[in-house]
């Protein structure tokens, strides 16, 4: 029997993660920025990486362009060498959205050959959109000790959110002996991590007999747990998916509690910093006299002239003086000009906010946005890539400043609560 970290990794990439909004306009959802320097991808490739795997393929699909710059050649994560490299995967059967991957089975089913070409003695199948830290390596020794044919990565959530999930009853043994995909009624509150290890032979042979099977679990899982070995490797470490503008959020601020769960740095999650395409790295950060700083994150190459407290703040961001930015994301290279107050809003790459404006004024968050109520319904505002906001501009909650917005487009510079522009 081969080694684990001779597994081949499949990494599930193409959602289209629309809950995120104009975060992922451009972008799909794993290279989504988070925590400053990283991608929302970066958890799921470092955890490979940590765990010694040395072949990944990576699935795309929509918006891929963002996504294949970050990867690049994998040297960011060691995926280099005559032994070891990532591949991204889109899809292959046409060119019609019909010909798309339709669920997690058929994206596999749709990139045999290159299984094929990658012969183990398991595969492991991740999604590139949760924020984590595991230790694959023990999680395929489990698998091989229970002698399984499928073993899945399971957490208990809270039962309010079971509904979300595909949620596993298991005997006292650890196999899983019913499956609810999303139930409206749960009666388990032990939820899939969607980390799935598979015998390399048993998933060929089904995913080439039975082309019913489309999706893991809608399909594939319901169907194994009355004949086959099926296990819930239970996970209890920190694990969110972050495919919710609130979840997103939740997790930034989860970086900045006195004891954090989460910490990148010591869990040994790399970025690929070369993806910038910068000429050289960018210059510490640079706390101006008559600033304060508290409970934040701040990155390389910003300038903070004002008060910045509870956010986080990728590189290159510029907040001006009389400032406030707080209970915030920015993401890089946005400005902040004198004055302003950023109050509960995530703001994406290069938005200029004009002197004296405000985002995020007024008390009531109860008002969510008119045009994505699900989306939008807590008080945080999004503001979309690029945009450009005039002097003065007052934006109320639970509101969305789309992409590339120029000054000119604001024939009112007072957007209340909920409003869309």
């Known amino acids: 029997m081969s080694s684990p970290e001779d597994t081949l990794v499949l990494l599930l990439a193409g959602g289209v993660g629309s809950r995120l909004n104009i975060l992922v306009k451009t972008r799909a959802k794993p290279a989504v920025p988070f925590a400053g320097l990283y991608r929302i991808i970066d958890f799921s490739l470092s ?9 990944v393929g990576v699935l795309t699909q929509y918006k891929p362009m963002s996504l294949m710059r970050h990867l690049a050649t994998g040297e960011a994560w060691d995926f280099t060498g005559r032994s070891r490299g990532v591949k991204i995967l889109p899809p292959s059967t046409g060119f019609r959205d019909s010909d798309w991957y339709k669920g997690t089975a058929d994206a596999i089913r749709q990139n045999l050959n290159f299984v094929r070409a990658h012969p183990s003695d398991e595969i492991l199948i991740l999604s590139g959109d949760h924020i984590y830290q595991m230790d694959f390596y023990a999680m395929i020794e489990f698998h091989r000790r229970k002698n399984a044919e499928i073993t899945i990565g399971m957490m208990v959530v809270p039962e309010n959110q079971i509904h979300q999930f595909g949620a596993g009853i298991t005997n006292d043994d650890g196999r899983i002996i019913e499956w609810e995909e999303k139930p409206k009624v749960p009666r388990t509150n032990l939820a899939s991590m969607g980390i799935y290890v598979f015998n390399y032979e048993y998933l060929m042979k089904l995913l080439t007999e039975d082309k019913e099977i ?7 899982v319901p169907k194994a747990i009355t004949r086959d070995n099926v296990f819930a490797y239970t996970f209890e470490g920190y694990w969110r998916d972050v495919g919710t503008i609130q979840a997103y959020w939740e997790a930034n601020m989860d970086l900045l509690k006195d004891d954090p769960e989460i910490s990148p740095e ?5 970025p690929n910093l070369e ?17 304060k700083v508290s409970r934040s994150m701040i990155s390389a190459g910003c300038v903070i002239e004002g008060e910045v407290v509870n956010s986080v703040l990728s590189p290159g961001v510029k907040v001006g003086p009389g400032c406030l930015v707080k209970d915030s994301i920015i993401l ?18 290069r938005v200029k906010i004009g002197r004296g404006s405000f985002i995020g004024k007024g008390d009531n968050k109860n008002i969510p946005n008119s045009k994505y109520p699900d989306h939008l319904y807590t008080g945080i505002s999004l503001i979309g890539k ?12 639970n509101c969305i400043i789309n992409s590339w917005r120029r000054q000119e487009d604001f024939k009112d510079k007072v957007l209340q609560d909920g409003a869309t522009i």
Do not use: Y
Request: charged share 25%; hydrophobic share 45%.
């Open 214 to 220: 489309v999706d893991f679990g809608m399909h594939l």
């Open 275 to 291: 993806s910038e395409q910068l000429l050289a790295d960018r210059i510490p950060a640079r706390i101006a006299a008559g600033s």
């Open 266 to 270: 010591a869990w040994g999650i790399r």
């Open 386 to 397: 690029e945009a450009d906001l005039p002097p003065g501009t007052v934006i109320g909650r």
């Open 47 to 55: 955890n490979v990486m940590n765990s010694g795997m040395k072949h």
């Open 332 to 349: 890089h290279d946005c400005i902040i000009e004198e004055g302003s107050t950023v109050d509960l809003a995530i703001m994406d790459k």
